[in-house]
């Protein structure tokens, strides 16, 4: 038992006493969804069934949302975000949900302005969220705390702010520090956390830099978010209980590992051997984990994995997140194969572009580069043949400045694009009421503050199709609700088109053949 508990951390009959009893954050829905499901995986009736059971663990907060992920709700199940939020806080009355953001999008890639970012956080705390972690990608203090200005006047409660972990040149720890100073002293903050979005930290770096970060805190609380990309994140949890840290962030069942965060099952039965009480209930936690498996068997979706011990993502830097919307999109356009290459040349990129930290947006706008230059040295073209207006954006300043310097050859190929000078002309800011006018004039009525919202940053598109679905259906391990995992025979075909909800036409093909089913107005088949 001793050298078990040596390996996992500092020997327990060496530890010095400690009082704090460890709390957890929830990430399976939000970041286990993301970073394993490419952030399609979960339906509001999915969420909605393991509420209830979420709710008596006794965590901290629910990870629940972030832009990304209420809008591939929208794109991918046509489901309303404010309806999904509404929905969870029904059955969720104790725990706070808590969404994330950047500060500067909702939805869109572009830059949100004021207007519309304190829309979205005004909505989001109308419908049932109480917490918000900023993690503002260039770690700016001034950006950071305006956003938490804004937050506490639309109504969110809690706010987190982050220090967004990363390795570089650039990136040093008494910045880390001087940060969560400043965050301390903020009245806007009421927590802060260290974010580690690529899985780096290890358990030395730890050591390093979590003793400086807990006395900056002062008395405000610690939480660290880490990924289990490289393997290291179980051990180096248990290393920053030690240390001060008082939340961990962690996943339930199949939600947890891989590229995502330490699983609770494992993590409070390391806990448990070095002592140190940890506040929830493993029952509870048991009974959602359950349903979480019940959910990825319906749909076929895989479950995270533990991973070896990987130094790769040291150099690649792609987070946990985008890993998984990667997968997603290159399995999309058949092309899964060119993931190595992607990822390898993703590392080259940010290097090129003055190594912004890899959290949302940047690390979407450095992958989005990296395939572009895969596929153009494919094609016999050169690298930054084609950039995306994104990245077109970041080289002209419009997110801030980057710690290092952007590489001359790409200032100069950006330079040269007449699209970086249509791009860099500035863009008005319409005010809410000018927003409500327009929105009333294009539809000929009043238009809601949430369809609002939704309309003024998503393809129209998507929002009629939403609207035309109506309200989710809930899901139940029964097999009500909808169904997205493959069928292998008719019956399962069959089955799997009645348990559709609302469908009114569905085309099949297999090679040559070709099915098609229409429901009339009774609702029979055709």
Known sequence: MTTYVKDLGPRADALPSRKRTIRLVDTSLRDGNQSLWGATGLTTGMVEAVGPMLDQVGFEAIDFTSSTNLSMGVKWHREDPWERISRMRAVMPNTPLSAITTGMRFMSWDKASETVMRMALRLMARHGLRRLQIAEPMNDVESLLRVARWAKEEGIEQVVAAVTFTESPVHTDESYSRNIRAYNASRYVDSVYVKDPGGLLTVERTRQLIPDVRVAAGDKTLELHSHCTTGAASHLYLVAAELGVDVLHTGLGPLSNGTAQPGLENLVGNLDALGIPVQADRAAANAAAEVLYAIARSQNLAAGAPVEYDLSPHVHQVPGGMMGTLRRQLGELRMLDHLPAVIEEAGQVRADLGYPIMVTPFSQFVGSQALMNVLAAQSGQERYSRIPDEVIRFVLGHFGTPEGEIAPEVLEKVSDLPRARELDQPVPEPTLEQLHE???????????????LLRSVLPQDQIEGMLAAGPAPRWSAGGTGRRNGPVTS??????????????????????????????????DSQ
Not at 438 to 452: N, Q
Not at 493 to 521: C, D, H, M, Q
């Open 438 to 452: 327009e929105y009333a004039r294009r539809f000929g009525r009043p238009v809601s503050e949430e369809e609002l």
């Open 490 to 523: 008719v019956a399962e075909f069959v089955a799997s088109v009645n348990e559709l909800p609302r469908w009114k036409y569905i085309a099949v093909e297999r090679g040559t053949e070709r099915v098609e089913l229409r429901r009339n107005t009774t609702g």
